[in-house]
């Protein structure tokens, strides 16, 4: 399936038709998003806060998994664009895979939609929808199961570059669960795409994947050893489910041994920072100290996330209309 | 594609001067004595620098990047090497001298004044082009120009810098591939 999502993603001359995962996008390609999300920060500061790029458009956000953080700011990135937005809360009970989400997609196709930005609890969801999508239809993948989330991970690689200027030289630490987070998976396929020297992960046995030395990471199982030195530390959300399954003995523990504190933050680098694409759990994943403290850039990221959400929107865009000319 | 020589750094720098002069009367007719200037990317920034400096203009110059305003991004897509906008001083009220390098159809002026309105109302607006070679294909006329060549309509003419500055006319043939699109001027 990776192998067909990177050639589903770009066309003949490697322009990107849709945004579904980083496997298989050069780092040319990573380059050119994170550009042309730099020329799209200033629109915020604008008195009319909008390009007129995707007027006429309609962007159709599909979320059958809740979230309010990235459907808001696709919803905002695409209005940005000038586009139209149809927000369609399709919740997972009322539709099964298969036949009736083709059904949905065939509905909306008929409305004239431009683009599916897709959410599901199922990994592949959003490639299914790609593979099946009329041509001059594009789609985002917003996070499917445990697979990628492509566009959080483009953020993270925002946030990194406005702060630290390059990657190579880099040394980043992605903290918690591992094993079920679509957001660490998308982030080590872009840390290693751009270079970065080295990506550690830090996580309890159960909360690792069995082939986590084959994604080109590090693994540390202790907090203070791990973090020692590091440029970037990226800290995962705990969702509390996973303490139901036995996977973690509580909370407690967890932030006794995972937990960020100001001890374990003055271990790295001086010139830290510290993201979490959020909800924050405070007293879970880090202190509130560390949350709101001067090395934190987690509300950054939830603004550059409007920035390179009309990024990879714009230019998705407009390679399906070159597309649908030919 | 072919190209040839047609002005050197030299020449351009004198036409530059000429425009300097132009538009100080210009200016001056209108009663205007502190305007905002503001350059296209990328070969009209050039231009805007070299004029900035010669009139000695109190604000900092501005940079518009008019990517996200062409009219023809559903025909080419998303232009790969766009830079953000740089407008330092709110442009409210304000008399604002606009600089290109080339004026051809129009179509680069249109964009650069919607972006412009999208930031804030100016007071006024003057347009200066190194040059104006005609074609025009909106009704949009320069108030300052540096020259105006005679060219056939398959010809086109460009500014290379920023170091050396240069005029090259080539032809249009074999155009349209995504590496050598050329801006609508």
């Not at chain 1, 298969?98 to 599901?120: C, P, Q, S």
């Not at chain 1, 003055?266 to 993201?275: F, G």
């Amino acid at each position: 399936m990776s192998q067909a999502g990177a050639n589903l993603q770009l066309d003949g001359s490697g322009r990107l038709l849709h945004f579904l995962t980083i496997e298989g996008l050069p780092r040319e390609m990573l380059t050119e998003i994170l550009d042309t999300a730099e020329g799209f920060t200033g629109v915020s500061e604008r008195t009319v806060k909008k390009v007129p790029l995707c007027r006429g458009k309609i962007v159709a956000n599909l979320f059958f998994e809740n979230s309010t953080r990235t459907r808001t700011t696709f919803e905002l990135a695409a209005k940005r664009l000038s586009a139209d937005v149809l927000n369609l809360n399709i919740s997972a009970s009322a539709t099964s895979k298969g036949e009736t989400l083709l059904d949905t997609l065939r509905n909306l196709e008929a409305m004239h939609v431009d683009m599916f930005v897709v959410r599901h609890a199922s990994s592949g969801t959003a490639h299914f929808i790609a593979q099946h999508a009329d041509p001059g239809v594009g789609v985002m993948n917003a996070g499917d199961g445990r697979h990628a989330h492509p566009t959080q991970a483009m953020l993270d690689m925002f946030t990194i570059r406005r702060h630290k200027g390059e990657f190579a030289g880099l040394r980043v630490a992605i903290v918690g669960d591992i094993l079920h987070s679509r957001v660490a998976r998308s982030q080590i396929l872009a840390l290693n795409t751009l270079g970065v020297s080295e990506v550690r992960v830090i996580a309890p046995r159960t909360l690792l994947p069995a082939d986590t030395r084959s994604l080109g990471v590090h693994v540390y199982h202790d907090m203070q050893e791990g973090v020692r030195g590091v440029d970037v530390i990226i800290m995962l959300r705990l969702q509390r489910e996973r303490m139901q399954g036995a996977l973690l003995p509580s909370e407690h523990e967890y932030f006794r041994l995972f937990g960020l504190t100001e001890e374990r933050l003055a271990l790295a680098d001086p010139q830290v920072i510290v993201m979490h694409p959020g909800p924050i759990n405070r007293g879970v994943e880090m202190d509130t100290q560390v949350a709101d403290g001067g090395k934190s850039v987690i509300l950054q990221q939830v603004s550059y996330g409007i920035a390179v959400r009309m990024a990879v929107i714009s230019m998705v865009i407009g390679s399906q209309n070159l597309r649908t000319q030919r | 594609m072919q190209t040839k020589k047609f002005m050197d750094a030299e020449a351009v720098e004198s036409l530059v001067d000429v425009m300097a002069g132009k538009l100080w009367s210009d200016l001056n007719d209108r009663a205007i004595s502190a305007p905002l200037m503001v350059g296209i990317r990328t070969g009209g920034v050039w231009i805007a620098e070299m004029l900035h400096q010669e009139l000695g203009l109190p604000d900092p110059l501005g940079t518009l990047d008019i990517s996200f305003y062409r009219d023809d991004y559903t025909r080419i897509g998303m232009n790969p090497e766009v830079h953000p906008s740089d407008l330092p001083v709110p442009l409210d009220d304000r008399h604002i001298v606009l600089v290109d390098d080339v004026l051809h159809t129009g179509r680069t002026i249109r964009a650069a004044l919607n972006e412009i309105f999208d930031y804030g109302r100016p007071a006024s607006i003057l347009l200066a082009t190194l040059v104006d070679r005609g074609g025009r294909e909106l009704p949009i006329q320069p108030d300052v120009v540096g020259l105006r060549p005679s060219l056939d309509p398959a010809q086109h003419i460009t500014l290379t810098g920023p170091d050396p500055l240069g005029l090259v006319i080539g032809n249009h043939a074999n155009r349209r591939s995504r590496n050598e699109e050329e801006p609508e001027t």
